[in-house]
């Protein structure tokens, strides 16, 4: 029940992480483990050694049913591991449950010829490593991506819309060349096109070899067989059901797997950690965001629409909070926390294999459930915000000291003795208005052309080529 959730993500936030549910919760995992333990025995009973050993028909598509677990099904593999089930004594191993869930299954369809070849010369991390790089790959292409896709286009028509708002800029916190407020945003839109270009080059890598990598047992059994060539084909096998994502913006592959024949017992991981890694780059990106949009409020600059029957303050009530660009941040930060702790921890372990990564790998839902929350905030904040073009302009009209890179940058060009020192000294620390930049440039002995530009000059029009920038962007991921 949502009330009695000791975490957040299965409590007061369960509304913006079920969409995850079908890919880290425990049933998921068990879910995951049948497809990986079916598909392997619908492959392995293509084999010709098998082919020849089993007389009775077997039909695939049953086997296939048996994937798709009831929440009663799921109780009972629960059972298998943890009370015992139908004369079975508690195994208290997840993944031996598993396998006897699918031989009961078998027998009750009459399929007891191949019951023995159900997770035939395996180690249970060839199960969970395949199960959990399928789990990472279809939450990320299924679920995440799409979120963060449809982040990216918000910002990006953002961009666009207020391309040639200009906008005074700070660097140190000072005031600074202005810019346009379009061509800020679209810094964010560039930094997240290149980190989901690099996402979506990343192979997840699989290993199916045995104990300790070697495919001993295979090999001991059907030496004659090429078992390399055979986990390589069931692995690659697993892409021909997902679909390349394409929208308006992004048309590129998806996460896909692929087959790492060098391993211990486990698979290392690291490929999981790029994906980690990735995506926490995306939340440090929508971070910093989140954190110059609570800039831009403080300030004025972008106004958020009140929402009916909404409280601020339980004190103030003129206040209307950034709470949800407050609650991105803290999530992404959640998050992150999470992926790094995964990328430290997830490449070590003992010799062959120790048993640390397991608790640790069941986790990994959760980090991505902060992400979710995150994002989920960031949507709804980006729904109730509009741009306060009037205040951005106040703001850089009264602050004309910007004006002085202008001034002594042409004054270079124009052969001015030590231009950048006078601006300096009519402008550091002091407070300037237009007029002191008009007095200095018709005291100047220059070109009328040259000093006809330095008085046209205005901070509103001296951003450069920020409007184009935006214009010229490609907004497509490829």
């Not at 800020?184 to 990598?213: P, S």
Request: proline share 3%; aromatic share 10%; charged share 25%.
């Amino acid at each position: 029940m949502a009330l009695t959730s000791v975490s957040p993500i299965d409590g007061r936030y369960e509304g913006k992480t079920k969409c995850l549910k079908g890919y880290f919760s425990e049933m998921a995992l068990m879910r995951y483990r049948i497809y990986t333990e079916i598909n392997y025995l619908i492959k392995l009973l293509e084999t010709p050694m098998l082919k020849g050993r089993v007389k009775s028909a077997v039909d695939t598509a049953k086997l296939r049913s048996i994937i798709e677990i009831t929440e009663d099904d799921a109780a009972i593999i629960k059972a298998f591991e943890t009370t015992g089930y139908d004369g079975t004594p508690a195994t208290n191993h997840d993944v031996k449950a598993i396998e006897y869930f699918i031989k009961r299954k078998l027998k009750e369809m009459g399929m007891d010829e191949i019951l023995e070849y159900v997770h035939f010369a395996l180690t249970s991390e060839d199960i969970n490593n395949i199960s959990y790089g399928l789990m990472i790959r279809d939450a990320v292409n299924n679920v995440v991506v799409p979120e963060i896709l449809s982040i990216y286009e918000k910002l990006y028509k953002l961009a666009v819309e207020h391309k040639d708002l200009s906008m005074l800029a700070r660097t140190h916190g000072q005031p600074a060349t202005p810019t346009t407020f379009g061509k800020e945003v679209l810094v964010f839109v560039n930094r997240m096109k290149e980190e989901l270009t690099q996402l979506g080059n990343i192979d997840i890598l699989l290993k199916l070899n045995g104990a300790t990598g070697g495919f001993n047992a295979h090999n001991f059994v059907f030496p004659e067989f090429d078992w390399i060539n055979f986990s390589h084909q069931l692995i690659n096998s697993f892409n021909a059901e997902i679909t390349p994502l394409d929208n308006e913006y992004m048309h590129t592959k998806p996460l896909k797997v692929r087959f790492n024949p060098i391993t211990a017992q486990i698979e290392p991981h690291d490929s999981y950690l790029r994906v980690f890694d990735g995506v926490k780059r995306i939340n440090n990106i929508l971070t910093d965001f989140a954190m110059d949009t609570w800039r831009y409020i403080s300030d004025g600059w972008i106004k958020q629409r009140t929402v009916a029957g909404e409280i601020g303050s339980s004190a103030m009530p003129h206040k209307v909070n950034p709470i949800d660009f407050e609650n991105a941040e803290g999530n992404f930060g959640m998050a992150n926390a999470m992926f790094e702790f995964f990328v430290r921890k997830l490449c070590i372990s003992r010799l062959q294999r120790d048993l640390t990564d397991s608790t640790v790998e069941r986790n990994m839902g959760c980090a991505f459930a902060h992400s979710m929350i995150g994002y989920a905030s960031l949507q709804k904040g980006l729904g109730k915000i509009e741009v306060n073009a009037a205040k951005i302009t106040e703001a850089l009209e009264t602050t004309p000291e910007v004006l002085a890179e202008a001034y002594q940058n042409l004054l270079r060009m124009s052969n001015v003795d030590k231009p950048y020192e006078r601006l300096k000294e009519i402008t550091r620390g002091k407070k300037v208005t237009i007029e002191d930049f008009h007095n200095l440039a018709k005291n100047l002995e220059v070109s009328d052309e040259v000093k006809a530009r330095l008085l046209a000059a205005t901070p509103l029009t001296y951003t450069g080529l920020s409007g184009k920038i935006v214009e010229q962007f490609d907004a497509k991921i490829n």
